[in-house]
């Protein structure tokens, strides 16, 4: 295993920082880093004092070694002012983490043979793609999910028109205020998918602008693109007849008896959600987006253990709950030449899954939200990291890394344990 600070912006934008409203936080910590952790009641001593110490609001954690779930707890609250706790029966948006599901969506469309990875886009969706600085590029699957397609995400363009608020959600509070006057978040309805793409990628589109796409050949250069993952979602759609969210519901997460999982945010108490948090004290309304595959999935830390669990099997070739052993590898295989995705980043790329240091790794942050999911690269041990903390705001950033840095400190401590 390997620590997780170089991954935690695997984001709304990997590279784009959003200015806090908030006074900045110089990240100084006060809780000394792990030591001779042993036992899974040291852990759970250890993580409770980040919890009281760190000012966070919530988290849960889940571990796995040799093909078991070795270690499964919760820690703070999911309502600070409720005094909720976080269990790991929670329902959290889990961020970028749900790019994995499209992952999965893919090798499951794959082996159904909808598609393979040499597939134009354009024979799939229901409108043409076409970058205007290389006209003549075809843009494959492959360059989808590895994100290499030259389909680039505006950040004031993607941030203001992709998120909204939800309806009846208090928008005069303090956190809704710094996600409408600092974003430019709206109050709305959400657009279908299919609406919202088009009116980025295509030239009748409001949202369009040469801006969207990189002058580079695909496949050469490695740019995270929440929207391309969006385009990811609708192909299935187009070729399955189905909507993503019911894709992934009947392909994915039924078959892993994830029970309390789910894209469709209307299928959520959102009173009962883990309440996101810029900070301790500035909770933030419910909100959602429309390039909703990239980053919507609702889950619970007992739900995400299953995928955990499954995913590891997955790369040692010891399970068949959502395909074959080929599909799985499809999965996890590495897709690209060394030196495309930026070594300070990753090594290479599966199927949206990043290749670290002989880890499979992918996380997630978004507005009051930060999670991440790594397995080792022989599938004997992993663990996954579920919050309502924010890490997207650049006052909470560096407060964001110390807290991580020593969970993942004290995992990987008892993950070495005989």
Avoid at 7 to 28: A, H, V
Avoid at 177 to 193: A, E, F, H, K, P
Avoid at 231 to 242: F, K, N
Wanted: a negative charge.
């Amino acid at each position: 295993m390997t620590t997780l600070i170089k991954f935690i912006i695997t984001t709304i934008l990997s590279i784009f920082l959003l200015t806090s409203c908030t006074d900045d936080d110089d990240g100084t910590s006060i809780l000394q880093e792990p030591f001779g952790i042993t036992s899974a009641d040291e852990l759970t001593a250890y993580l409770k004092e980040v919890v009281s110490q760190e000012n966070v609001p919530g988290f849960a954690i889940s571990i796995l070694k040799n093909d078991a779930m070795v270690y499964q707890e919760a820690f703070g609250f999911a309502n600070i002012a409720n005094q909720v706790p976080y269990t790991n029966q929670t329902v959290n948006s889990i961020a970028s983490t749900s790019k994995t599901f499209v992952g999965a969506a893919v090798a499951k469309a794959i082996e159904q043979g909808y598609f393979t990875m040499e597939t134009d886009i354009n024979e799939l969706l229901p409108f043409t793609v076409t970058n205007p600085k290389q006209p003549n590029a075809i843009i494959k699957i492959k360059h989808l999910v590895t994100h290499t397609s030259g389909l680039l995400d505006i950040p004031e363009v993607y941030l203001a028109n992709n998120y909204f608020i939800l309806p009846g959600e208090d928008s005069s509070t303090k956190g809704a205020r710094i996600l409408m006057d600092n974003i430019g978040m709206q109050q709305r309805i959400g657009y279908g998918l299919s609406e919202f793409l088009s009116e980025y990628f295509t030239v009748e589109g409001e949202l369009y602008s040469s801006d969207n796409f990189g002058n580079t050949e695909p496949g050469t250069t490695w740019a995270y693109s929440n929207l391309a993952t969006g385009l990811t979602g609708l192909i299935i759609e187009s070729v399955t007849g189905q909507s993503f969210k019911d894709y992934v519901q009947e392909n994915i997460l039924q078959p892993l008896q994830m029970t309390h999982s789910t894209y469709d945010i209307s299928q959520v108490n959102t009173s009962e959600m883990a309440v996101r948090y810029i900070d301790d004290t500035t909770p933030l309304p419910v909100y959602g987006n429309d390039s909703y595959p990239e980053g919507s999935i609702y889950s619970t830390n007992e739900d995400m253990g299953k995928y955990l669990l499954d995913m590891a099997k997955g790369i040692k070739g010891a399970t068949s709950t959502l395909f074959s052993e080929a599909g799985y590898m499809n999965l996890f295989q590495a897709k690209l030449e060394s030196g495309i995705v930026p070594n300070d980043f990753a090594d290479n790329h599966g199927i949206f899954w990043y290749v670290k240091d002989d880890n499979i790794i992918h996380g997630g942050n978004s507005f009051g939200i930060s999670t991440h999911m790594e397995i080792n690269g022989n599938g004997n041990s992993g663990y996954l990291f579920l919050s309502n903390i924010d890490a997207t705001f650049t006052g909470n950033i560096q407060h964001y890394n110390n807290i991580i840095s020593k969970v993942d400190a004290a995992i990987n401590q008892f993950l070495n344990v005989d």
